[in-house]
């Protein structure tokens, strides 16, 4: 919270679907996916994404672009979405921001304002 | 005129508040609209609370007819009396039950924000589906005892019950999870917290926490048991190839109808993990809407209060810790499982869920002071606890819903447990 974010938008002409994963689906990964909506306000994309939180059956098979999990699942997640990242504080906007805009970046769509 | 208006509102008492389903689900739509969501976000929301709730109750029937089986199966195994439940059942209860859960829920979350402002502990609880589970559970306490006490009057008392155990469960336990998370940002809300409190008071009796777990390497193999589907098809279908061989067919064939007896008793382990995985979907479609909205309206009245998060919170912090603890939480509670059937006392079955999640974080718990003995004697506290707690809750709540004991975390156990306690006292008198 110490720098004010960066205002960014996607070069993507759809919305993208990001999936936050946890064991049984409905704890800790609902707080993550409520995290990652406060992420993607403060960087001014709060429409650019779709954000759902699952359990591990159901993210394996939710076409995700992008899956957000604990190191714990990420190796069983590994080829469920085209972009799984490893998330080890489900309410650090500071972690979560750094390795979403990563991967943006790495996927191409970042756009910086 | 009048009478206009006695007829619709006689209307939507029996067909629409009748029915807790659509009384949650006409909640949660004023709560959207005065989100000022979109159109699609509040049908949506309004429409997968309700489908929630009937997928709940659709889960829970196939959840208990393969519980009924395991128990059958295992019991012939070792000469016990079939088991019959003359409650009404958990699919019947959470259809009349479970809408009033979620207004328990509502109330009492209420309440606690009261709670958590005036006291010193500024923790906010937001383990939604823990606080739809447990405000069902003790509903499910006063019923047993107070069959006939009118619907509003249970409301209050659960409410205020739930708003109590919400304040201090996070409260009582943070001294030890400021230890395990290293920081004071966040609360541990998580109905395991009895065992971990245990497991972080003794862990240091049997190690250092210099001996981490995480220096312990365990094989890969096991990870696959981490998603509870699998863990649950597995491990119950495991024990119940056992128990068909040891009661052999003679027995076993009569259930099984015209399947083969040993494909019979894997079957009834997949429809068990089956049933189970759609009541945990009704769950998470019900609270997806609500948990938001609590955190929302929190983060407005206690602005900086520390939310009390589930389990997997503290996992990331020792992860080899989980493992040992849900390994040592299964042993301990096979090893008993087979104690109670051969004393003959009941038969309990593996709920995989409470021993990986509430047997991991006592095995954080226990690592955090106690390195990797402590994380191993916290899941053997974990399991130890959740077999007495089935086994104790499958008599107390024997007349409403018996079934409730096979998916309990240890707190709930002590929760209804005072709870009957102190209502049979006051019936007494």
Redesign the interface.
């Known amino acids: 919270m110490s720098k004010t974010p960066p205002q960014i938008s996607l070069k993507i002409d759809r919305k993208l679907k990001i999936v936050t994963v ?7 990964c ?2 993550l996916r ?1 995290t990652t909506e406060d992420v993607l306000k403060e960087l001014g994309i709060p429409k650019a994404a779709r954000v759902e ?6 993210a394996r098979g939710a076409g995700a672009d992008i899956i957000l999990a ?4 990420t ?2 997640m590994a080829d469920a979405a085209p972009y799984v990242i490893a998330i ?4 650090s906007k500071d972690e979560i921001r750094e390795k979403l805009l990563d991967c943006f970046k790495k996927a191409g769509w970042l756009e910086e304002k | 005129m009048t009478d206009m208006l006695t007829e619709i509102v006689t209307f939507l008492v029996n067909n629409l508040f009748s029915y807790p389903a659509f009384l949650v689900g006409l909640v949660v739509l004023v709560g959207l609209l005065l989100q000022r969501k979109s159109f699609s976000d509040t049908v949506s929301g309004t429409v997968k609370t309700i489908a929630g709730f009937l997928l709940v109750s659709i889960g829970a029937g196939s959840f208990i007819s393969g519980l009924l089986n395991f128990q059958a199966l295992v019991g012939a195994a070792f000469h016990l009396p079939p088991v019959t439940y003359t409650g009404m059942g958990l699919a019947q209860f959470t259809v009349q039950f479970g809408g009033y859960a979620a207004l328990v829920m509502a109330i009492g979350f209420v309440i606690h924000l009261i709670l958590a402002r005036v006291s010193p502990y500024r923790n906010v609880y ?5 606080m739809w589970w447990m405000s069902l559970g003790v509903l499910s306490g006063i019923v047993e005892v107070f069959p006939n006490m009118p619907i509003y009057t249970m409301l209050i008392i659960a409410a205020v019950i739930m708003a109590v155990y919400w304040t201090i469960q996070p409260a009582y336990i943070h001294k030890f999870m400021k230890i395990v998370r290293g920081a004071d ?2 609360a541990y809300g998580h109905t395991s917290s009895f065992g971990c409190w245990l497991s972080a008071l003794f862990g240091r009796f049997v190690g250092k926490p210099e001996e981490s777990s995480e220096k312990v390497k365990i094989p890969e193999t096991i ?2 048991l ?4 699998v863990g649950t098809a597995v491990v119950i279908g495991i024990i119940m190839l056992l128990a068909s061989l040891a009661a052999g067919p003679a027995v076993v064939q009569p259930m099984a109808g015209t399947m083969n007896y040993l494909v019979w008793s894997i079957y009834q382990a997949c429809y068990f993990a089956a049933g189970l ?1 759609v009541l ?2 009704g ?2 479609m019900i ?2 809407e609500i ?2 909205a609590f ?1 929302g309206i929190s983060m407005k009245i206690i602005p900086g209060a520390r ?1 009390a ?5 503290i ?2 912090t020792a ?1 080899t810790a ?1 493992l040992l603890g849900f390994i040592s939480s299964t042993v301990a509670f096979l090893i008993l499982m087979v104690v109670f059937a051969a004393i003959k006392w009941c038969v309990i079955i593996p709920p995989m ?1 409470m021993l ?2 509430p047997g991991g974080a006592c095995g954080v718990y226990g690592n955090a002071v106690g390195g990797w003995k402590g994380a191993i004697l916290g899941g053997l506290i974990n399991g130890v606890l959740l077999a007495f707690g089935q086994a104790i809750i499958f008599s107390l709540l024997a007349t409403t819903v018996p079934e409730m004991g096979a998916i309990l975390d240890p707190d709930y156990t002590v929760m209804i447990l005072l709870i009957v306690g102190i209502l049979r006292v006051i019936k007494g008198v």
């Open positions: 946890c064991g049984v689906g409905m704890g800790t609902l707080i409520m939180n699952m359990e591990l059956i159901s604990q190191s714990l699942h190796s069983e080890d504080d489900f309410v | 937001l383990t939604g589906h823990l940002d966040i990870s696959f981490k998603d509870y589907t995985t945990l979907v769950v998470r609270i997806t948990v938001p955190r939310p998060l589930d389990c997997p919170i996992f990331p992860p989980v869920i990986f999640f």
